[in-house]
């Protein structure tokens, strides 16, 4: 069956896959299509229809640190779409089922989170399981949207210094009531939860912005050492300059340890890495809280930026999906794991200072 109208995205390949059945039964195909966006756009929408028990699948690549939003209808309103991430297909739990409301499905098949970790990911529409779908046809229109910056870019340059779509670099937020702070919630839209909050006149980078029911929402994060990023109404904020680390935040506390010049780095340089297989030199800039509390940025070669939180001179996480283990080696340095494919080499003098 030939897909049926898209806007705003190329459609690539057909796949086939044969889909189980009772025996006795008619035997299905399954219907998959690799969707990339047309240059310069960041949102598709796609038609076409879904035939008895077949499911038609739409795979996407999506970078950690962009958002995805998902938002499918029909005409006789009986389809569902599950989301699965790039380690959970085909046999892992969806990351969601948009006939299920919960914090990442604020409505019925409309889907919005943060990508956690890169790769492809597939929306696979199908008819509800609960609904006799023999000689069922239903039409879909399925809207698409990546939007945001994904973690990367630090290097011994000023993070952010190109700027998001068009956008600034930074924001500052302005115009909020006298006393009150700014909310900075885990998704674009007032129903997700509160992670944080923003000072007025406090500066933080800009993640990307997208509109979701009429209002601009942006993602920021903040630059001097804190974990927090999140979404914020952009109405509270205006374009800014770089933020200037302050006491406790883009400097440690040992004496002398300033900053490099034109970064909020306390050292910028290279450090031993292996990704993969392959031994190589990855580029790092680090931000030092005192006592070995440090927030470590690797330039990886795929362009993300993995950041490595240490405490006391331990790494304890990152903002990948596999777990951290350190080892010291007794010579001034720990390497640190992450997953089964990346090793870094970690000298003390980095988290420390001297």
């Not at 883009?250 to 306390?266: C, E, K, R, S």
Request: contains cysteine; charged residues 15%.
């Amino acid at each position: 069956m030939a897909i049926g109208r898209v806007a705003g995205a190329l459609i690539v390949g057909l796949f086939c896959l044969m889909q189980g059945n009772p025996a006795g039964a008619q035997t299905l195909e399954d219907r998959g299509y690799r969707v990339e966006f047309q240059r310069g756009q960041s949102s598709a929408t796609i038609q076409d229809r879904v035939t008895g028990a077949e499911r038609v699948i739409y795979r996407l690549t999506a970078s950690a640190g962009q958002t995805l939003e998902v938002k499918l209808s029909s005409n006789t309103r009986l389809v569902e779409f599950l989301l699965y991430g790039p380690s959970a297909w085909p046999n892992g739990r969806p990351l969601a089922t948009s006939s299920i409301v919960g914090a990442l499905v604020p409505e019925l098949n409309r889907y919005v989170g943060r990508i956690s970790a890169s790769g492809d990911y597939r929306i696979v529409i199908r008819h509800l399981r609960e609904v006799p779908s023999t000689g069922l046809q239903s039409a879909f229109r399925l809207d698409l949207a990546i939007t945001g910056a994904a973690d990367g870019g630090v290097t011994t340059q000023l993070p952010g210094d190109t700027p998001v779509g068009g956008e600034p670099a930074y924001w500052r937020v302005t115009g909020l009531p006298s006393g009150d702070r700014l909310n900075m919630r885990s998704g674009p839209g007032t129903s997700y939860g509160i992670v944080d909050q923003l000072a007025q006149g406090e500066v933080v980078r800009n993640r990307g912005c997208t509109t979701v029911a009429g209002t601009r929402w942006c993602q920021v994060s903040r630059e001097n050492g804190a974990r927090a990023t999140g979404w914020v109404s952009a109405r509270y904020l205006v374009a800014s300059s770089a933020p200037t680390p302050g006491p406790g935040e883009g400097a440690t506390q040992l004496p002398g340890d300033a900053t490099v010049g034109g970064t909020v780095f306390n050292a910028t340089g290279n450090l031993p890495c292996l990704i993969g297989n392959r031994e190589r030199q990855c580029r790092f800039g680090v931000v030092r809280r005192g006592n070995g509390n440090a927030s470590l940025y690797v330039n990886l070669p795929s362009g993300i930026q993995r950041r490595i939180e240490f405490e006391g001179g331990r790494a304890v996480s990152s903002n990948a999906q596999g777990g951290v283990h350190a080892e010291f080696t007794g010579r001034g340095s720990s390497i640190v794991y992450i997953g089964t494919t990346e090793r870094f080499t970690v000298m003390d003098a980095i988290l420390f200072g001297g």
